[in-house]
């Protein structure tokens, strides 16, 4: 029984109207507030290795019933948010070197 991974998806538009996929590598409640850590998508492999990896942290805020992803414009709270998602992602996709090489 094989299930395809299929990563969570979101298409943002900055604030220059340029939209860009991103993919959910996580989101948190933290202080109250909902965070979602994000990377860029890529369809072709070849971009997505080109990339330099970066991780966008947004926060979740309502408007009109809907929920949307915003910049975190206080420093402090970006740096309190991005640490804490960091050290998340670190020990997600933290392995074993050793077991690499078996």
Not at 17 to 25: A, D, N, P, T, Y
Not at 57 to 63: A, D, H, R, V
Not at 82 to 101: C, H, I, S
Request: aromatic fraction near 12%; charged fraction near 40%.
């Amino acid at each position: 029984m094989s299930e395809e991974y299929r990563p969570d998806l979101y298409s943002l538009t900055d604030e220059d109207g340029k939209e860009q996929m991103f993919e959910l590598l996580d989101s948190m409640e933290y202080e109250g507030e909902t965070y979602y850590a994000l990377t860029p998508y890529y369809e072709d492999g070849q971009e997505q290795l080109e990339d330099s990896g970066a991780v966008i942290i947004l926060k979740s805020e309502y408007t009109d019933d809907e929920e949307i992803m915003v910049t975190i414009d206080d420093d402090e709270e970006y740096d309190r948010v991005g640490a804490v998602f960091m050290k998340k992602l670190e020990e997600m996709f933290d392995y074993d070197e050793e077991d690499e090489q078996d």
